[in-house]
């Protein structure tokens, strides 16, 4: 293992105190903006690499689950509903994934002071997420599905699909009768 990941080690163990959870054998790369740490719960053997910016605002709640990757500058934000990462899924950097939504019917205010549009996430058993990818508020990604670089993902999608584009749409589902992937 490389050095800077034991010093990485070492501050996941200081942070325990501060978090929901922390597993054990689970690191974060630093610098890191962490919001909401007693409402983060993350399990075992999770890499959350340099730069992550993680948001549980109010009574947000973001569950990463066991032996996840994150890489590089990627940002999770929960407002007041859950965001669920399920066990072995890996995120590429530069990707981004949220259960919010700014509304926008006051064309007198900024998108910004407009209300917030909650909807629970969740991101299903060994995904894997691409470069850039963005997880818009009340997506439901099913286990084992792939998301392409640079998708942008909103809706419910089944088990063993690979979705790319902007807005994402499936191109590939796994067959399980007859063991290959099929194109859509």
Not at 3 to 24: D, E, H, Q, S, T
Not at 69 to 86: D, P
Not at 107 to 135: H, N
Request: some cysteine.
């Amino acid at each position: 293992m490389h050095p800077v990941k034991y010093l990485w080690g070492i501050r996941a163990i200081i942070n325990k105190f501060f978090f929901g959870r922390i597993g054990k054998f689970t690191y974060i790369g630093n610098p890191c903006f962490i919001e909401g740490r007693k409402n983060i719960y993350i399990g075992e053997r999770t890499r959350i690499f340099p730069g992550i910016r993680m948001e549980a605002i109010k009574n947000g709640k973001i569950v990463i689950g066991n032996n996840v990757a994150i890489e590089q500058n990627v940002q999770i934000t929960s407002f007041n509903n859950s965001l669920h990462i399920s066990d072995d899924v890996t995120i590429a950097a530069n990707s981004f994934i949220t259960n919010i939504d700014h509304e926008y019917q006051d064309i007198t205010k900024s998108v910004m002071e407009q209300k917030y549009l909650q909807k629970d996430t969740f991101i299903g058993e060994g995904c894997f997420i691409g470069y850039g990818v963005a997880i818009q508020a009340g997506t439901i990604l099913g286990k084992h599905c792939i998301v392409g670089t640079n998708s942008v993902v909103r809706g419910i999608y089944p088990d063993f699909c690979v979705l790319v584009g902007s807005p994402a749409s499936i191109v590939k589902r796994y067959n399980i009768k007859t063991k290959k992937w099929e194109k859509q």
